[in-house]
């Protein structure tokens, strides 16, 4: 029950679609009737937001979908539409290309074929199945591997992991013939010749008011709206109550005591102020839970689960052991892709590097490729012809075909990869009874903050606008960072520029609602299979051993560039200095190239428009069938163990815990350092303790242990791990 419940709910079960073109096909657009020269939809997957409702593509094609009444459509989806009299195929997908596409085309005989699939995984598997050889693009894996940068969490070029595979660019089309695959690009923020700015803003309010008041007036009982102390929220909130049904919803905000980094906390003490305020102008309620299901899962189907989704595409694996998710369906508002409004990326402009750029249009290229060493955060471990093509392929992602700095290259930038990896879950919160509006993704609102000056823009001009030609009101309550500026005129005269103070006895309505509704969730029952049950795991130590195994699991099956990978990235995750989830992910994406490790999918054929047998990929063509798909490889089971250090004045003692089976396979090296000095060491063998001396260690320094493991016989599979620090 639980596996089937983990498919529902949990893993997305990609898909791939082959087109084959036979090339010697005539056109017969004479003798063919007009409606054959019209796009007709064949196939589509995903959520479709239209004028009428809100489809699950999934379940089958609405009647009468047309290419020109699906562009622009929010939510995260694609369509293939086929025309008959010229055997051409075209891909649509949502406005900000949430639904992310990949795709690769080769010649087989006389036939043209283009594979294209929403899982990068997917499509590797498929083009092997299909005889084709793919292989690491190193260039770029290596710069997702070697980064902890906030870019390279998520892709950050069109070049993908692997070699021949392409990601289609947000609001492309792809088109498919007898010559293979073309995109038409269509930037997202440009507008016609006689645009203007409150023209486009009213276009896309009125829009936006009226996917709110579907969504308001659905059968969904439970209805949300998110609200924090920022602008996004806010500008969300501004067109609910403009279109006149903010009382559908109830409010919901995080509470500040569940965070346990301080830092964090005070945002959210901030936020929990601001929507406090706002709740009580506004007459609405508190969010309250009505239902908790949730599941129990190991490691390695939690790491399945998330490769589901995001593959070779977004890598922040947080490594859980279980979801919870509410027992019926929810409707919520979010301020998601406010980021497309103003500037992006702050924390890389603040960098040093970014100062010393020319920041002119026509040093675009060089000012990225001197960008890119303060983004792969470890390229020095690269090899130099390496590091200079990804320097290359980072500055071709940011050649836009706009003629602009590279200041405003970023922008353009953010919203081409790193925002549809961020609010590109739509499909995956639905599967799990959530279905998201995110009212600020209107492709008017991206074009009118292109009207205006950049330095308008980053100071919010576009959220100003939008409350002010909404419900102004909103304007008048300050934000988590206080008022807006004198440069945005409001009724009140006074200007606190300060936050809103934090006062906790003002949120007891909000506190004691939410203490039940942790008590609620803390009390969910977890399902689990009894045939196969699932214990709780160390996140951090078992996604270590994870990202340790595939290391080595890469070096023995490729010929990879980067010297002893397989001990360097357990010592950077020891050392703190890759992040060991993040790392898990990106290595299980790479290692799928030669392990067979790829997302399941559903592979469908077409031929002339219509789905065809997997078994037979061409009727003219002298191939008929596919190979075997290659062999999955299964992983290692996660060697996890804890070093613990105590000391005394004369002497450390270094214990390892280890409960795994294979405690016993493996043999133990013990390092002692003080700073950053090894001092002692016991080599390799099967002891789990070690005693040093601390006779010559001076008093108040700092020692600390670091344990190697070596698989015994002929493996050079190595796992390491520090003890925490202790003062002698």
Not at 43 to 54: A, I, M, N
Not at 116 to 133: A, F, H, P, T
Not at 603 to 609: A, E, P
Not at 703 to 726: P, Y
Request: charged share 25%; glycine share 6%; with cysteine.
């Amino acid at each position: 029950m639980t596996d089937n419940l983990i498919d529902q709910k949990l893993k997305r079960r990609g898909v791939v679609l082959t087109l084959a073109m036979d090339s010697r096909r005539p056109k017969n657009a004479d003798s063919l009737p007009s409606g054959d020269r019209e796009y007709r939809a064949v196939y589509g997957r995903g959520l479709l937001w239209t004028d009428s409702g809100v489809f699950s593509l999934d379940n089958g094609l609405p009647d009468g979908l047309r290419s020109q009444t699906v562009r622009d459509q929010p939510g995260q989806w694609f369509l293939l539409f086929h025309r008959a009299f010229d055997n051409t195929y075209r891909i649509i997908t949502d406005t900000l290309g949430y639904h992310r596409l990949y795709y690769s085309s080769f010649r087989r005989g006389d036939d043209q074929i283009v594979v294209i699939g929403d899982n990068q995984s997917s499509v590797v598997g498929e083009l092997q199945r299909l005889g084709c050889s793919v292989d690491v693009d190193w260039p770029i894996a290596a710069s997702h591997l070697l980064s902890t940068h906030t870019m390279m969490q998520s892709s950050f070029s069109h070049r993908t992991m692997y070699t021949g595979i392409r990601s289609l660019p947000a609001g492309a089309e792809l088109v498919v013939d007898q010559t293979g695959a073309n995109e038409e690009i269509k930037h997202l923020f440009s507008s016609a010749s006689d645009a203007r700015y409150d023209e486009l803003l009213e276009a896309g309010i009125a829009r936006a008011q009226a996917q709110i008041r579907l969504l308001a007036n659905s059968p969904i009982s439970d209805k949300r709206h998110a609200l924090s102390g920022g602008r996004d929220s806010r500008m969300a909130m501004a067109l609910t109550v403009s279109a006149g049904v903010h009382r559908e919803f109830t409010m919901m905000t995080a509470d500040p005591r569940r965070n346990w980094k301080p830092s964090s906390r005070k945002v959210l003490e901030h936020d929990l102020t601001v929507a406090s305020e706002l709740r009580r102008h506004l007459g609405m309620q508190w969010s309250r839970e009505s239902g908790i299901i949730g599941v129990r899962y190991d490691a390695h189907t939690s790491l399945d689960i998330f490769q589901s989704h995001d593959a070779g595409t977004r890598f922040a694996w947080a490594g859980t052991g279980t979801t919870t998710w509410p027992s019926a369906l929810r409707a919520e508002i979010h301020g998601g892709s406010g980021e497309l409004l103003r500037r992006a990326y702050q924390n890389m402009r603040n960098h040093p590097t970014f100062g010393a750029l020319s920041n002119r249009h026509d040093t675009v290229s060089a000012d990225a490729r001197a960008l890119y060493p303060t983004l792969a955060t470890h390229h020095g471990y690269m090899p130099k012809e390496m590091a200079e093509e990804a320097a290359e392929a980072f500055a071709e992602s940011l050649t836009n075909g706009i003629d602009a700095p590279i200041s405003e290259q970023l922008n353009l930038h953010y919203a081409a990869f790193r925002n549809r990896d961020h609010f590109g879950q739509i499909n995956q919160h639905f599967a799990r009874n959530s279905l998201k509006l995110y009212p600020l993704a209107q492709p008017e609102f991206l074009q009118a903050s292109r009207l205006i000056s950049s330095n308008d823009r980053n100071q919010g001009r576009v959220a100003y606008d939008i409350i002010r030609m909404t419900y102004p009101q909103l304007n008048e309550f300050a934000f988590d960072d206080g008022h807006w500026t004198e440069a945005f005129p409001l009724a009140v005269q006074a200007r606190n520029h300060e936050a809103p103070p934090y006062a906790p006895d003002d949120h007891r309505d909000f506190f004691d609602g939410e203490d039940t509704d942790t008590a609620g969730r803390a009390a969910a029952r977890l399902l689990s299979d009894p045939k196969h049950p699932s214990a709780p795991f160390d996140s951090a130590s078992t996604a270590a051993s994870m990202a340790a195994s595939s290391a080595s699991e890469l070096s023995e099956r490729s010929d990879t560039p980067l010297e002893n990978l397989h001990t360097l990235i357990p010592t950077l995750i020891a050392q703190g200095r890759l992040v060991a989830g993040n790392t898990a992910a990106k290595l299980e994406s790479m290692t799928a190239v030669f392990t067979g490790r790829h997302t399941p999918y559903d592979s469908v054929l077409f031929t002339s428009g219509q789905a065809a047998s997997n078994s037979v990929l061409s009727t003219i063509a002298e191939w008929h069938s596919a190979p075997a798909a290659p062999v999955r490889i299964a992983r290692d089971e996660p060697l996890v163990f804890h070093v613990d250090l105590e000391s005394n004045r004369d002497e450390a003692v270094v214990t390892i815990r280890c409960n795994s089976e294979f405690a016993t396979s493996v043999d133990w090296a013990i390092y002692l350092y003080q700073e950053q000095t090894k001092i002692d060491q016991k080599w390799y063998d099967d002891r789990r303790s070690a005693r040093f001396s601390l006779s010559n260690v001076p008093v108040k320094s700092r020692i600390r242990a670091l344990v190697f493991t070596r698989e015994k016989g002929t493996s050079n599979r190595v796992h390491r791990k520090f003890s925490a620090w202790r003062t002698v």
